[in-house]
């Protein structure tokens, strides 16, 4: 995800902060939206070790350690 924050300004003003900070709303409401359908997702444990997390046609949860990241 790359994300073009404004230039800042010699002097922060409230106006400036409102602009970065719904830059960064806009930003991560792309990338993180409800109702999103995904065939797996990569969730980091507190240790930094990666697992996938997928579900079977039976609804049934799989979770197993991975190297992946993001696709």
Do not use: C, W
């Amino acid at each position: 995800m790359n994300i073009h924050l404004p230039t800042a300004p010699d002097r922060f003003t409230p106006a400036f902060f409102n602009h970065l900070l719904l830059t960064l709303r806009n930003a991560f409401a792309q990338v993180v939206s409800k109702d999103e359908e995904t065939p797996r997702i990569v969730l980091r444990s507190p240790n930094g070790t990666n697992y996938d997390v997928t579900v079977s046609d039976a609804g049934a949860l799989t979770v197993t350690p991975t190297e992946k990241t993001r696709a």
